[in-house]
């Protein structure tokens, strides 16, 4: 009795480490910010992960949350100062945030207002950490966002972290498969 309880915590942990789906582990709105958390875990040592995350943020970002429509147009200058940045077709470009501290192989935490966010008047803070759980990655993100938005942020908070979810999901099949997004067959 006592190994079938062990084998079926193990089992019950495994599938939570292969898991595909980025959870919210905790969302508040109060009326002046939100805030929203993430976690997910990576078939992937951490360094690998990093790379990902920072020298390919073009293969795995959903390119409908680009101003170009083209992820490939985007890059991190992984370092203080450096920027989460977008080229435009037209030669113009957008900086979508500005990194603020970085421990290669741990954290990236950026700083600035991502999409609508950018036109209004807030400060944001989106912090990706990575640590390491036996052979795979645990990666939690969160974005806290504070100041003022026409209309309060009780509206836009659920889609940012719904867009930030994604993003992290993207990020975790791009490292285990190669590709951002899971094929599907005709149904």
């Keep these: 009795m006592r190994l079938v309880r062990r084998q079926i915590v193990i089992a019950v942990a495994l599938t939570a480490l292969h898991?595909?789906?980025?959870?919210?582990?905790?969302?508040?709105?109060?009326s002046d910010g939100f805030s929203v958390k993430h976690d997910v875990v990576i078939n992937a040592p951490p360094a690998e992960v990093y790379r990902s995350l920072v020298e390919?943020?073009?293969?795995?970002?959903?390119?409908?949350?680009t101003f170009s429509g083209d992820s490939k147009h985007?890059?991190?200058?992984?370092?203080?100062?450096?920027?989460?940045?977008?080229t435009l077709p037209t030669g113009g470009a957008v900086e979508h945030l500005?990194?603020?501290?970085?421990?290669?192989g741990e954290m990236l935490r950026l700083s600035g207002g991502l999409g609508p966010l950018q036109a209004a008047?807030?400060?944001?803070?989106?912090?990706?950490?990575l640590a390491r759980a036996g052979s795979f990655t645990r990666v939690e993100v969160?974005?806290?966002?504070?100041?003022?938005?026409?209309g309060g942020f009780e509206r836009i908070a659920p889609a940012v972290g719904g867009?930030?979810?994604e993003q992290l999901r993207r990020l975790k099949l791009f490292v285990e498969t190669g590709k951002?997004?899971?094929?599907?067959?005709?149904?």
Excluded: M
Excluded at 56 to 64: A, E, L
Excluded at 144 to 150: A, L, N, Q, T
């Design 180 to 187: 951002p997004t899971q094929e599907t067959g005709p149904q």
């Design 98 to 104: 500005r990194v603020v501290h970085l421990v290669p």
């Design 56 to 65: 390919q943020v073009g293969g795995w970002w959903n390119p409908q949350h």
């Design 74 to 86: 985007l890059s991190i200058d992984a370092r203080p100062g450096g920027c989460f940045c977008e």
């Design 163 to 165: 867009v930030i979810g």
């Design 142 to 150: 969160t974005y806290v966002v504070g100041g003022f938005i026409e």
């Design 121 to 129: 008047g807030v400060a944001g803070s989106l912090s990706w950490k």
């Design 19 to 30: 898991g595909l789906l980025a959870w919210p582990a905790a969302a508040q709105t109060p």
